[in-house]
């Protein structure tokens, strides 16, 4: 039975790739708020029988979340014979430990109520820090595809002479392995984190590669403030212009305006639509749908 791709409000355009890519069928759900802002959702095909798989993004999660959950439910309810879910980024990832007493673990809680409505996942590059695979919280079948690859692959054929420079030093492997992939060097910075938006970042030496680009390398941007801070002292020290490539643009209060004023280009992965869209992870999520859409 071919899956049949549902993309839920906002992702339209990945889910028409996925299914394209895939040679799966499109499907269509009617959603709305009532005036209450409670959510409305109405399958425009029978799901009886099928293998429904649902696209949403899980950038902005919470007013995300009730749609998605009615949505799974009905497809169930309505016969479907597997539901699973396409989330490019995943959410509630950050608090994966109690850091003060009474802290909700809200990537353990999250996890239990997807792993309870659904039947599989495909994520791309989950903020894995302490918790080292998702099949330690989620108890569905799930696969995080990695698109450090396709971010490689991007630099070589778009930034002359890349200097790579990871966040931090638990950044460091997946920036090697970048790095490898493009053909460039690579730094790793050192990061002191005070709070979500105060961020301090010292940046190694870059005298032996001054003839090279500096492109940041990060699996997120969401305040931006490593970024910001990096890019200022790449500033200061009077290097060339540089870029920032990244898997997940959220570019949360408004930061992107002050992040392209310092760096060009400004490369993402499609698994949030937005202007810096540049690297493409559709045929990975179609691979991934076809994978675990076939148990």
């Not at 309810?77 to 003060?100: E, I, K, N, S, T």
């Not at 970048?178 to 709070?195: E, M, N």
């Amino acid at each position: 039975m071919t899956p049949i791709v549902v993309p839920l409000p906002g992702n339209e355009k990945l889910a028409a790739g996925i299914a394209a890519a895939g040679d799966f069928e499109l499907g269509r759900i009617e959603t709305r708020r009532f005036p209450d802002r409670e959510a409305y959702v109405r399958f425009k095909f029978d799901p009886e029988g099928r293998k429904v798989v649902l696209v949403c993004s899980l950038n902005d999660p919470d007013p995300k979340l009730m749609t998605l959950l009615l949505s799974s439910a009905t497809a169930r309810r309505l016969g479907a014979m597997q539901v699973g879910l396409v989330a490019p980024y995943l959410a509630y990832m950050r608090q994966d430990r109690r850091f003060h007493d009474g802290e909700a673990l809200s990537a353990v809680e999250f996890a239990r109520v997807l792993s309870g409505e659904l039947d599989w996942l495909a994520t791309i590059d989950p903020h894995l820090h302490r918790i080292r695979a998702l099949d330690e919280i989620y108890s569905i079948p799930s696969e995080a595809l990695h698109a450090g690859p396709l971010l490689a692959e991007w630099i070589r054929a778009n930034i002359r002479s890349p200097l790579l420079i990871g966040p931090d030093a638990e950044s460091e492997q997946w920036v090697a392995a970048a790095a490898r992939g493009a053909r460039a060097p690579y730094v790793v910075a050192r990061k002191t984190r005070s709070g979500d938006r105060d961020v301090r970042v010292a940046i190694p030496d870059l005298k032996e590669w001054h003839a090279h680009t500096p492109v940041l390398l990060d699996d997120v941007v969401s305040s931006g403030r490593t970024l910001l801070v990096s890019a200022n002292e790449l500033h200061a020290r009077g290097t060339k212009k540089p870029a920032i490539v990244v898997v997940h643009g959220i570019f949360a209060d408004g930061v992107f305006p002050r992040l392209a004023d310092l760096c060009d280009p400004i490369a993402t992965v499609n698994t949030i639509e937005h202007e810096t869209n540049r690297i493409d992870a559709v045929p990975l999520l179609a691979g991934a749908v076809s994978r675990l859409g076939s148990a």
